[in-house]
């Protein structure tokens, strides 16, 4: 089992920065594949961003050049930095952690772009 909490969501203005955490706990060695997901309102939850084998990187069409994934291996956390945020990218962000047997998700945490 995995559990994971995410942290770092808000409300920012066009063209702002917030980097989202996810902590995960439990069985996280398992872990192969570490992920960011959204789901906007009205709309089906889309990944955002995976890292995977700790250095490959996919990212969506609609962030790539503005957001970064990264995991700190101290302490096993993983990031989303987003940068030049657009109010489009309002929504309820999910970490995701997928293992050979099942996958993960976190509560979500809400990021709000608005003037």
């Known amino acids: 089992q995995v559990q994971l909490v995410e942290s770092g969501g808000g409300l920012v203005q066009p063209g702002g920065s917030l980097r989202l955490s996810c902590a995960p706990s439990?069985?996280?060695?398992?872990?192969?594949?570490m992920g960011w997901y959204r789901q906007a309102p009205g709309k089906q939850r889309e990944v955002v961003a995976t890292l995977s084998g700790g250095h490959v990187t996919n990212y969506a069409d609609s962030v790539k050049g503005r957001f970064t994934i990264s995991k700190d291996t101290s302490n096993n956390a993983w990031y989303l930095q987003m940068n030049n945020l657009k109010p489009e990218d309002t929504a309820i962000y999910y970490c995701?952690?997928?293992?050979?047997?099942?996958?993960?998700w976190g509560q979500g945490t809400r990021v709000t772009v608005s003037s």
């Open positions: 995701n952690a997928e293992t050979h047997w099942e996958g993960y």
């Open positions: 439990g069985s996280i060695f398992d872990i192969i594949v």
